[in-house]
């Protein structure tokens, strides 16, 4: 079993920038699929950005592709999200998710087993 921690969430102005960090407990971090949700109030959880065990596959919800990137550090068990040009609509709690059943990383809630508790991103227009 693996816990998740996120961290690096807070305010920022539209068009500026935050990295989000999760890090996992245990030392077999590499076995994990990775990925990254986000909810807004009133609103499901939506995927946003996965990646694979390795680090060599990434897949992006089309709202941030080309504005977010995930990337992945098995030697420090931490997976993050670095975000740019950040939008009001990004305004959610990341959560960060793992999963070590599947062969590659899933778009949807139910493809994952663990969860982190979450940290808030609010961006002001």
């Known amino acids: 079993q693996v816990q998740l921690v996120e961290s690096g969430g807070g305010l920022v102005q539209a068009g500026g920038s935050l990295r989000l960090s999760c890090a996992a407990s245990g030392r077999t971090f590499s076995i994990y699929n990775t990925g990254w949700f986000r909810q807004a109030p009133g609103k499901e959880r939506e995927f946003v950005a996965a990646?694979?065990?390795?680090?060599?596959?990434?897949y992006y919800a089309d709202s941030v592709k080309g504005r977010f990137t995930i990337s992945r550090d098995n030697a420090k068990n931490t997976v993050y999200l670095q975000m740019i040009s950040l939008k009001p609509d990004d305004t959610a709690v990341y959560y960060c998710?793992?999963?070590?059943?599947?062969?590659?990383?899933?778009?949807?809630?139910?493809?994952?087993?663990?969860w982190g508790q979450g940290t808030q991103v609010t961006v002001s227009s």
């Open positions: 990646i694979s065990r390795s680090g060599t596959f990434t």
């Open positions: 998710a793992a999963d070590k059943s599947r062969a590659t990383p899933g778009r949807s809630r139910n493809e994952y087993d663990y």
